[in-house]
């Protein structure tokens, strides 16, 4: 009985033991399962990881090519005579002249401004002290030191300009509040800065002050004192003490982005003087001369253009600027020009001042323009 017993329990655990075995190959046959099936969960991650990066990738140079073709390749330039600040009868009324100029041309994107002398002073600098109302000799000088004043950013001013006489009653100026006039919080993609003396570690870029709570770090190491414009980089960190940045080319937001980064302002001794000291490579494409002698803006169609200029004249009209330049030989002032245009046909007034003409042009001008510039170019 106790054999048969004995018997007995030696099956069980016999039993047992082959459960074990049983429950062991299971559970290696499940934890290869499990594996395999971890494995593929894995490479499905890393494929979909992969897919995503590939589509953020595309996604990225979609919006290069779109940034791109939003750029403008095109400029307009504006020329006219410093002169016309000699008939204002106060300084504060010479200083609002040159502020209604210069929100003229920013309104319409003018890339650059240039005063031209039409009395002979031969002055290329804004270097100097106005000398006094009624002094003819430093007109062209007051308003392009002005014109300068107003494009520069606001956080700017006090380290590009210091006191002077011409900027005086510069505070009843409006602003031109233009889209490279940020804000302290303003989020933007480029800013204007200055280049600040302090030191950095070697083979790391210059410290810039873009007018932001953080100071910008950039790219290379610039003399201090420099404007530069800045392409400022996605913030990696929120918590670093300094943004990070790249130097581009002042004309870079124009070309890439689209965008109207404010304008230049150049001085010119003479009428003749605005086409040959040109800043284009391949010079003025387009010339417009306006004059109530011109044909009818209202009929003229444009030819595609990369670089235009408009030309306006002072209180005696362009002939004044022309009679007076020792370079022409002409009298005429139309032959000087790819178009001699009346922006305002039917003038009720005797006389247009030239910065009611400047509105007005630009005004009847800008659909011409437009038109213009969306025609390919014979290249």
């Given amino acids: ?19 074990r075995k049983v429950d062991w190959r299971r559970w290696k046959q499940e934890r290869k399962a499990e594996k395999k099936k971890w494995k593929e969960m894995k490479l499905l991650k890393k494929l979909e990881k992969q897919r995503m990066r590939e589509l953020a990738e595309q996604e990225a140079q979609k919006q290069q090519e779109q940034k791109e073709d939003r750029g403008r390749h095109h400029t ?20 609002y002249l040159a502020g209604q100029i210069a929100r003229a041309c920013a309104i319409f994107c003018v890339d650059e401004i240039v005063v031209f002398d039409e ?3 031969d002055v290329k600098s804004v270097e100097g002290d106005f000398e006094g109302i009624g002094r003819k000799g430093k007109a062209c000088v007051q308003l392009a030191r002005i014109l300068q004043y107003l494009e520069c950013p606001q956080y700017l001013r006090k380290s590009f300009f210091p006191k002077h006489e ?28 200055i280049v600040l003396d302090r030191p950095t570690k070697p083979g790391r870029g210059s410290f810039v002050n873009c007018g932001m709570r953080k100071e910008v770090q950039i ?24 943004r990070k940045g790249t130097v581009v080319s002042s004309h870079h937001p124009r070309t890439v982005s689209g965008l109207y980064w404010g304008y230049s302002v150049r001085l010119a001794s003479c009428l003749s003087a605005v086409f040959s000291e040109c800043p284009f490579k391949e010079g003025y494409d387009l010339s417009i001369g306006t004059s109530e002698r011109g044909s009818s803006v209202d009929q003229v169609t444009l030819p595609s253009f990369r670089h235009a200029l408009v030309v306006f004249g002072g209180l005696e009209g362009l002939e004044a600027g022309v009679d007076v330049d ?9 032959v000087l020009f790819d178009f001699y245009l009346n922006t305002c046909p039917s003038q009720g007034s005797r006389t247009i001042r030239t910065e009611e003409a400047l509105l007005i042009s630009l005004s009847a ?15």
Wanted: charged share 30%; proline share 8%; hydrophobic share 30%.
């Fill in 76 to 95: 307009l330039s504006v020329a006219l005579p410093g002169s016309i600040l000699n008939n204002a009868q106060s300084l504060e009324l010479r200083t």
């Fill in 326 to 334: 020792p370079n022409l030989e002409v009298t005429d002032p139309s």
């Fill in 219 to 242: 790219d290379r190491q610039l003399n201090p004192g420099l404007r530069v414009t800045v392409r400022l980089e996605e913030p990696q960190n929120p918590e670093a003490k300094v």
């Fill in 119 to 121: 009395h002979g002073e």
């Fill in 166 to 193: 011409d900027l005086q009653f510069a505070g009843l100026l409006n602003p031109l509040d233009s889209p490279h006039h940020m804000r302290v919080d303003e989020d933007s993609e480029y800013r204007e800065g």
């Fill in 1 to 19: 009985m106790a054999d048969a017993e004995s018997g007995v329990g030696k099956r069980r655990k016999g039993a047992q033991v082959e459960d």
């Fill in 365 to 379: 001008l800008r659909p011409h323009i437009e038109e213009a510039v969306k025609t390919p170019r014979d290249s």
